[in-house]
């Protein structure tokens, strides 16, 4: 891993490479925080570990310009998606989804070496969020499924 650079500079955010399982390059950086809020975070996740490639980077800096509107277009997709049968919620969970305030906090984007990436809720009171968060999954800057984390290990 030593082609790999520990810093990366991405439309202006700085990224630090951090410790991850061998194969693994992830770099991490902390966007300033709006709304008096927690600062979101943007990781970077390569597999093979390499540098990014300049797909990821130019991903990595759309989502870094736009992120407070992916937040806002990822709460209105999940309230939407998560207000269907299938997902099983409670009363109470559907109730949270239409109130004023949706019930999804701590916002963190992973961007992955492939072109994917997901915008993980790390809060929410939802069951279907415990313990890990609730994720949805983007094509391009379009969201196209809700990520289920509240199972790490799938059958």
Not at 2 to 11: N, R, T
Request: charged residues 25%.
């Amino acid at each position: 891993m030593a082609d790999i650079p520990h810093h990366l500079d991405i439309a202006g955010t700085a990224f630090t490479l951090i410790d991850a399982p061998e194969p693994i390059a992830c770099w991490t950086a902390s966007l300033e925080a709006t709304g008096g809020g927690a600062s979101p975070t943007v990781n970077i996740i390569v597999e093979p570990a390499a540098q990014p490639g300049p797909d990821v980077l130019q991903l990595t800096a759309e989502v870094i310009a736009r992120f407070d509107e992916l937040v806002d277009t990822a709460g209105a997709y999940l309230r939407e998606e998560l207000s269907e049968p299938g997902f099983g919620l409670r009363d109470d969970e559907l109730q949270a989804l239409r109130s004023d305030q949706p019930p999804f906090g701590e916002p963190e984007a992973v961007i992955w070496d492939d072109g994917g990436w997901m915008l993980r809720f790390t809060e929410s009171p939802l069951e279907l969020a415990d313990p890990y968060g609730i994720g949805v999954l983007f094509e391009g800057m379009t969201p196209s499924a809700v990520e289920d984390l509240s199972d790490p290990d799938p059958a």
